[in-house]
């Protein structure tokens, strides 16, 4: 679409708020942690080292709200530290002509490449780089540089030793987070009561297992209601699936399928509960009504692969509720074993090696990481360079407008560009307009100052624009304690913030990270993904004894990983202005579309697999494994396909699935699942080598229109999905 109608979407992304506002309660716990280390210090140092003392108690404390299942003591700490290093290495650089410079090239590249890490490293890697821009302004001495660097890292330790002392909702995260996937199974239930062939949005399960990802400290104190139930939340999931699927669990009518209704209104109720009991920590209430859908016998009205998946889901509800109430009787069947083991994630202490590892992986050519690494360091350094030939005071307010701007996609920054631009004029001008009318002395600002943090803590969720309000009044009132001329400092900082602005937008058009570009990427990896998903479920059948959980788990959590990325590559390039013309050939919208049910079909049918997997005294299934090493060499083709343009070729997979069909109708047993999955694996299949074979005009590519892709994750991808429904019925 043209820039014109990309920077109208996204201006207007960037000042819609939000209702949401963030805990007060932490709000003012954050705000507090500032003001404990401010006024003694302004008490003791004067202005200058309470604006140290201040900047790092405010990006610790800003580090803590980010979405992180980290312990939030130690994410101060971080941050703290992060903050003493950059301060103390720019009251070095600054007294020795040009090292500045070079110094914040380096950290600004360095703070580029801490978004490999996630999100918070990368957000609270660029606060380290703003606030050295702001509290660097004097040559100092080295003693004198060691003291500033402490009071900024003395900030972080306030913070989290508040955190500490005043505990606010502990372990909600992760409670909250484990109650959503619970939700998100009830929510599934009752759709599968209406619809067999629903689907469920796997993200709430997998931010359930980044909560559930420990260190050391949080492992010898996580309570033990939290121990277990997400991987039995894990295992109901396909079990929900494979009992209400016409094919592969109950009829599609009849009393069977009114059973399986009466049994799925019964596990909803029920996970409704479990989903309460976990978010506020109460004991549950087993409801009456419950027992008799969940308690009531299953055969012989059910029978087959439809009575084993009940039976599983009962005994699994069953055992969920007994981890939350010890001292109630199970009034289902005994529960069933089942794999344990904590995901471990590392303290402060053993995370460095492991960040470098991941950091080091990202300097390679066509890395977004590294292209974010070198753009972020080049706009900050530009908006530097061109604001000290104006030779105005306040010109570092530019390059710390441009670090704050610039993000890894384009949308984000350019709402964030017009968001950051618009908050702190009004910032700005509102507190320049106190300080001129009421002349706060020392103490009063530091007052006003705490305030305004108070207030960016609390509007953090409510978008970027009334958050960059309160940062700007904020840091107004703290430089303001300095002597100078309030309404021209003012038109300095508003003039700073527009250069920085303006350097940062054009920074990116001009050397941009277009996730269009990457789409036909995304697509091969999700499709590579789901086919080692798949023929890691057929392993199980073809050797039950030797299976291997951990295999088919790790296959599990790789497509959902690649379908993630697949999601917000397309929501990303939906808001970019490109109409790509590469070598590699682009997916239509149309395409892109219809790749994904054809994918959220194949992995619903491999979801079903897993659910009927055989225990280990089973029988193996000849010719299980070797169709599942077929089917992953297809499908890998079939990624390979997408990204050279050509036709992707199922027929061989065919031929095999002919052959490995007449080979089951040859053994003795009920292998009715493997029929009607490998057939339904087929029609799948199917349906993706039509959806991603070239156009005639394929090599054009094509462009994502906001209108079209807004359109298509609405109604388009209803309509795509009854269609699907309508053709495999």
């Known amino acids: 679409m043209p820039w014109l109608t ?9 000042l819609r708020l939000e209702r949401a506002l963030s805990d007060p309660v932490r709000a003012v716990r954050g705000a507090l942690a500032v003001a404990l280390v401010v006024f003694p210090v302004l008490a003791i140092g004067g202005p200058r080292p309470a604006t140290s003392a201040a900047m790092g108690a405010f990006i610790a404390g800003t580090a803590t709200f980010q979405r992180s299942f980290r312990p939030r003591p130690s994410l101060a700490l971080a941050a703290g530290l992060g903050l003493g290093v950059s301060t103390f290495l720019g009251y070095l650089a600054v007294s020795v ?26 957000v609270v890697a660029t606060n380290t780089l703003t606030v050295m821009l702001v509290v660097v302004q004097l040559p100092v001495s080295v003693p004198t540089a060691v003291a500033h660097a402490l009071l900024c890292a003395l900030g972080g330790g306030v913070q989290a030793l508040l955190i500490t002392l005043w505990p606010i909702k502990n372990w909600g995260a992760q409670r909250d987070a484990l109650a959503d996937a619970y939700a998100s199974l009830a929510d599934y239930a009752r759709r599968l009561r209406q619809d067999p062939h629903a689907a469920i949005d796997p993200g709430p399960l997998m931010t359930a297992r980044h909560a559930a990802a420990l260190t050391p400290w949080q492992q010898r104190r996580r309570p033990p209601e ?15 699936a494979a009992i209400s699927d016409p094919q592969l ?12 209704r009466e049994l799925l209104g019964g596990a909803a109720q029920l996970l409704d509960v479990l989903a ?8 549950p209430s087993y409801p009456g009504a419950v027992t008799t859908a969940l308690a009531a016998p299953l055969h012989p009205v059910l029978s087959g692969p439809a009575l084993r998946a009940a039976r599983r889901l009962t005994t699994l509800l069953d055992r969920a509720f007994g981890t939350l109430d010890q001292n109630t009787e199970s009034t289902l069947q005994t529960p069933i074993a089942g794999s344990g083991g904590a995901l471990l994630r590392p303290g402060l202490a053993k995370i460095v090696p492991v960040a470098v590892r991941t950091v080091r992986h990202q300097l390679r050519a066509g890395s977004p990481v590294l ?46 560009g017009v968001a950051r631009v618009v908050g702190t004029l009004v910032g700005v001008l509102l507190a320049t307009g106190v300080v001129e009318l009421l002349h706060p002395g020392n103490w009063a600002a530091c007052a006003l100052a705490v305030v305004c943090i108070a207030g960016a803590y609390l509007t953090l969720r409510t978008g970027y624009a009334l958050m960059t309000t309160c940062v700007s009044a904020y840091v107004v009132f703290l430089l303001g304690m300095e002597p100078g001329a309030p309404l021209e400092t003012a038109r300095e900082r508003i003039l700073m913030t527009l250069l920085g602005g303006g350097v940062a937008l054009l920074g990116y058009a001009l050397f941009p990270t277009w996730e269009t570009a990457r789409l036909p990427e995304r697509t091969a990896e999700w499709i590579t993904a789901v086919g080692r998903y798949a023929a890691a479920v057929l392993a199980g059948y073809g050797d039950p004894a030797g299976r291997d959980p951990r295999a088919v788990r790790r296959a599990l959590l790789d497509a959902r990983e690649a379908r993630a990325a697949f999601l917000l590559a397309r929501e990303r390039a ?23 049910e054809a994918l959220g079909l194949l992995s619903r049918v491999v979801l079903l697999m897993e659910a009927h997997l055989p225990g280990r005294q089973a029988e193996p299934v000849p010719g299980a494994a070797e169709f599942g090493q077929e089917l992953a060499r297809a499908t890998a083709a079939a990624g390979a396909a997408v990204l050279t343009g050509t036709a992707a070729d199922f027929g061989p997979l065919r031929a095999a699935r002919r052959a490995w069909a007449r080979e089951l109708d040859r053994q003795p047993g009920q292998l009715d699942v493997l029929r009607a999955g490998s057939r339904l ?43 699907a429904h309508r053709d495999r019925q």
């Open 226 to 240: 939290l121990r277990g139930l997400r991987g039995l939340a894990e295992r109901i999931r396909p079990t929900l």
């Open 574 to 596: 939906a808001a970019e202005p490109v109409r790509h013309r590469v070598h590699s050939p682009q997916l239509s919208l149309g395409q892109l579309g219809r790749a994904r």
């Open 276 to 283: 309460r009991a976990i978010r506020t920590g109460d004991p």
């Open 681 to 723: 694996l087929l029609q799948a299949l199917d349906e993706l080598e039509r959806a991603i074979r070239p156009a005639p005009s394929a090599g054009g590519g094509v462009g994502l229109p906001v209108e079209e892709a807004h359109a298509d994750r609405g109604g388009q991808v209803e309509a795509g999905d009854q269609r």
């Open 6 to 14: 990309a920077l109208r979407h996204t201006g207007r992304a960037g």
């Open 371 to 416: 292209r974010h690494a070198l753009r972020l360091s080049g706009v900050v350094t530009a908006a530097y360079l061109l604001a000290r030939l104006t030779g105005l005071h306040h010109s570092y307010w530019a390059a710390m407008t441009a670090a704050m701007v610039i993000r890894p996609d384009f949308g984000q920054t350019y709402s964030r």
């Open 97 to 122: 002509t040009g090292l500045f410079l070079v110094l914040l090239a380096a950290w600004a590249f360095a703070a580029g490449l801490a978004w490999a890490l996630g999100p918070t490293a990368g």
């Open 249 to 260: 669990g109950a009829a599609a009518e009849g009393p069977e399928r009114d059973r399986v």
